[in-house]
């Protein structure tokens, strides 16, 4: 039964019934109330979906623009990370997070969530019990941010620009980003989609510096699927002829959203729950209520834009 409702719920994310947002709620009911039958097979299939479903959305993007809103928020990003990793190592000290635990959550916060801590993960020589909670932290924070963002938004009357921009600087991992910003518009999923992943990018430099400080031998893993995504973007651009397959691999890409955002939801358990412990998940929340705050009073000013 268990694995019929599995297969039933990615089914229904894959044709299109399911939302983004409904896809993750479904996910959490079927992680939180059943024992997942193929709980690392999901995880792995979600990462391989989740960098496929960018790469297909590249397909939708003009190059000009996602050079454009690179550039502009380029010092937004730089500024931001480094605040937060500051204040995350802050925090983590005065709630006394074990120090590896520490630095993942802040990285995951700062960069892009889950692809950040497993980034780092070897590079910082974290333990799976270590791992395990940084990612179990961003994950249920992350979860939320999906349901909510859109509702905040929406209440604060922010235009799809200032969404997506916003929703690219504090949500913390890509399929968030790109399920909360299709939700609010197309203007919004190009532009969260781009500063997220410029924001992406920044692995690399926080990796060599955590690699030196921490003497690891590890190799750094670097992002390679957002060249893909420009490279997609370079097609859309300036080779219009192939339009209707470049049409249809953005509609796969939105539908494969879905279903990774499911197999996502299905793997915040209750056991990853009691995994996190009440200081670690305390670090994020504040961490990311801090951080989300911040841009939003910031672009709702004007003091941040594009």
Same mark, same amino acid.
């Given at each position: ?55 297909? /959305? ?5 190059? #000009?623009? $996602? ?5 502009? !928020?380029? *010092?937004?990003?730089? +500024? %931001? ?87 690219? /600087? ?5 399929? #968030?980003? $790109? ?5 609010? !518009?197309? *203007?919004?999923?190009? +532009? %969260? ?96 209520? $801090? ?11 004007? +003091?941040?834009?594009?």
């Amino acid at each position: 039964m268990h694995k019929n409702l599995f297969f039933i719920g990615i089914i229904l994310a894959a044709a299109g019934l399911l939302s983004p947002p409904l896809a993750l709620a479904a996910g959490l009911a079927y992680g939180l109330l059943v024992t997942h039958p193929y709980h690392l097979d999901s995880k792995r299939l979600a990462k391989f979906l989740l960098q496929a479903a960018v790469v297909c /959305l590249g397909f939708g993007m003009n190059l #000009s623009e $996602v050079i454009k809103v690179g550039r502009s !928020g380029f *010092l937004y990003t730089a +500024i %931001g990370i480094s605040f937060a990793l500051l204040l995350g190592t802050l925090l983590g000290k005065l709630l006394r997070v074990q120090q590896t635990q520490s630095f993942l959550i802040s990285a995951g916060t700062a960069i892009c969530g889950g692809s950040a801590i497993a980034a780092l993960g070897p590079v910082t020589n974290a333990n799976e019990e270590e791992m395990a909670v940084s990612l179990g932290t961003v994950f249920v924070l992350n979860s939320v941010a999906l349901f909510l963002f859109p509702f905040i938004g929406a209440r604060m009357h922010l235009s799809q620009t200032q969404f997506g921009l916003w929703s690219a /600087l504090a949500i913390h991992d890509t399929s #968030s980003v $790109v399920g909360a910003a299709a939700k609010y !518009g197309a *203007l919004a999923l190009t +532009i %969260g989609t781009t500063v997220k992943l410029a924001r992406a990018l920044w692995i690399v430099p926080v990796a060599v510096v955590a690699s030196a400080v921490k003497k690891s031998k590890s190799a750094i893993q670097l992002p390679w699927f957002i060249l893909f995504f420009c490279l997609a973007a370079v097609a859309n651009s300036y080779f219009p002829v192939l339009h209707p397959a470049y049409a249809a691999a953005y509609r796969l890409g939105k539908l494969g959203l879905a279903v990774t955002l499911f197999l996502i939801g299905t793997g915040i358990s209750r056991t990853t729950l009691k995994e996190v412990g009440a200081r670690p998940m305390i670090q994020g929340l504040i961490l990311w209520i $801090v951080v989300a705050g911040i841009s939003l009073f910031a672009i709702a000013r004007g +003091i941040i834009h594009l």
